[in-house]
């Protein structure tokens, strides 16, 4: 995810979304910005956010497979 510096206000873009499945088959949308970290969402159109997904264990081991591959679904 790049992020562009407007003087006053920096941008962070998304270089992509990624549609993530957990091993007891629910499925989580996520976009990925190197420095910051995952977005964890319910919908691909991020409007619905997954607070506290830290504290599932399913997510976190699909976030952890993610990273582990080199950040590549």
Do not use: E
């Given at each position: 995810?790049?992020?562009?510096?407007?003087?006053?206000?920096?941008?962070?873009?998304?270089?992509?979304?990624?549609?993530?499945?957990?091993?007891?088959?629910?499925?989580?949308?996520?976009?990925w910005?190197?420095?910051?970290?995952?977005?964890?969402?319910?919908?691909?159109?991020?409007?619905r956010?997954?607070?506290?997904?830290?504290?599932?264990?399913?997510?976190?081991?699909?976030?952890?497979?993610?990273?582990?591959?080199?950040?590549?679904?």
């Amino acid at each position: 995810m790049p992020c562009l510096d407007f003087g006053n206000a920096i941008i962070c873009v998304t270089a992509g979304w990624y549609r993530m499945r957990t091993a007891d088959g629910r499925y989580f949308f996520m976009d990925w910005h190197d420095y910051l970290g995952p977005s964890i969402y319910k919908d691909r159109a991020a409007t619905r956010g997954i607070d506290n997904w830290w504290d599932d264990a399913g997510i976190c081991n699909a976030v952890d497979w993610f990273q582990l591959r080199g950040n590549r679904a």
